[in-house]
C-alpha cells in the first residue's frame, strides 16, 4: 500500500494511553509531570469546554520525543474537557511516509498535529513547537524553559488557533 487516507491513519492510530504506554518509565512520568504543569486561562478552558464542533486530532510522533511529551499532553486536555474531540496517534514513521505528501510538506517536524473535521477535512497543523518558539533568534535560549513546560500555554493557544480559523 502506497498511500493511506486520513482517515485510514486516524482508523490505524491508538488511544494516547497506550502510545504513553510504549515509552519507558521515565517517559511515562513525564506526562503527569507536564499535564500538571498545564495552566490554561478560564477563558480558554470555557472556549473549549463549549466548542460543539466534532473534531479529530491526527498525531504523527513518538513518546520518546519530549516535544510530543509536552505538546500532546497539551492536546490530551482538551480531550479530557470535550467528548467533541478526538486523538489517534500514529508513528513518526507513518507520518512521514503518508502525512507528508498528504499536506505537501516537505521538512515536517514531529510531532506533527492535525485537525480534522468530522468529515476528515484539514482545518490546520500543528508541528513540533508552539509559533511563538519558532519565531524566537535561537531556541537554545529557552530551550531549558521550554522543557520545564513554561510555554504549554503557548501549544494550547496555537491548537485553539486552529479549531478558530
Known amino acids: 500500500m502506497n498511500q493511506m487516507t486520513l482517515q485510514e491513519l486516524y482508523e490505524v492510530g491508538c ?3 497506550s502510545a504513553v504506554g510504549q ?4 517517559e511515562r512520568a513525564r506526562i ?10 478560564e477563558e480558554l478552558i470555557n472556549n473549549i469546554i463549549n466548542y460543539d ?3 479529530k486530532f491526527l498525531v504523527a510522533g513518538e513518546i520518546w520525543c519530549p516535544d510530543f511529551q509536552l505538546n500532546v499532553s497539551v492536546l490530551k486536555k ?4 470535550n467528548s467533541n474531540f478526538d486523538m489517534s496517534i500514529i508513528t513518526m514513521s ?4 503518508f502525512l507528508k505528501p498528504i499536506l505537501n510538506i516537505e521538512d515536517a517536524k514531529f510531532p506533527l498535529i492535525i485537525a480534522l473535521d468530522k468529515d476528515f477535512n484539514i482545518l490546520g497543523s500543528f508541528q513540533e513547537h508552539p509559533q511563538i518558539l519558532k ?5 537554545e535560549d529557552i530551550k531549558s524553559e521550554y522543557y520545564k513546560g ?12 486552529i479549531l478558530n480559523k
Not at 482538551?78 to 474537557?81: A, N
Not at 507513518?94 to 511516509?97: A, I, L, M
Not at 513554561?150 to 488557533?161: E, H, V
Open 15 to 17: 488511544s494516547f494511553e
Open 23 to 26: 515509552g519507558t518509565k521515565s
Open 32 to 41: 503527569p509531570k507536564n499535564t500538571s504543569r498545564i495552566n490554561l486561562n
Open 53 to 55: 464542533k466534532e473534531i
Open 78 to 81: 482538551f480531550i479530557d474537557l
Open 94 to 97: 507513518r507520518g512521514k511516509k
Open 135 to 139: 519565531d524566537m533568534p535561537s531556541f
Open 150 to 161: 513554561k510555554y504549554l500555554l503557548d501549544s494550547a493557544n496555537d491548537i485553539w488557533k
